[in-house]
């Protein structure tokens, strides 16, 4: 009974690696769309008045895409640490995670969100979802670097909850539009706060618990 309860814990986090393999493919798979640098293809098809009018607008927009990726998996490789024996993974992946979000990936997403698809309260979510993103991730650095490893980690992880938005937005977008058949512009202002308001509130929960 007690070799069972110890192999719980290790099927899960074997459940959770595929699970995470398996939206990290299909997020990298969107990422391929836009190579080469593509103006009218998938969601930039919807975004043609700020690519002729903006042109600053499509280098922040592959630069927030490109990083964006790697970002997704070096958190994932940090947060594996020790306890998937992986430890010696966990401070370059930090870095690398830590330096592509804070220099490029959450200000190019949070220019972004002030041309946000839908309406003013779509754009003040992406801006605030951005600059919380940041935020949770200079935090994070800056208790690693006085060396207070468990606020670091707390932080780390509200960091990789919004980091994870990217995927819990387009599962979300998935299930309103099977359940309800919105229009689309109003699932867009739903999913624009579902995708990260749910996953931060369920790490604030699980920090508070103690769990994390």
Known sequence: MLTVKRNIPNILKI??????????????????????????????????TEVTDRPEYLWFFYTHVYTSIF????????????????????????????????????PSGIYMGFFANGDVFSKISFVILGSLWWFTTFKAYQFARQKKFKQHKQWMWRSFALTLSAVTLRMWKVIIVYLFHPNPMDVYEIIAWMGW????????????????
């Open 197 to 212: 308001v749910p996953n931060i509130l369920l790490i604030e929960y699980l920090i508070t618990k103690k769990h994390i």
């Open 71 to 106: 970002v997704l998996l070096s958190g994932f490789l940090a947060i594996l640490r020790k306890d998937f024996g992986l430890k010696n993974f966990h401070r370059n992946s930090g870095k690398v995670y830590i330096f592509l979000l804070l220099i490029l990936s959450a």
């Open 15 to 48: 459940l959770l690696v595929i699970g995470f393999g398996y939206f990290f493919w299909l997020m990298f798979k969107i990422t391929l769309e836009y190579i080469p640098l593509k103006t009218e293809v998938s969601f930039l098809m919807i975004k043609q």
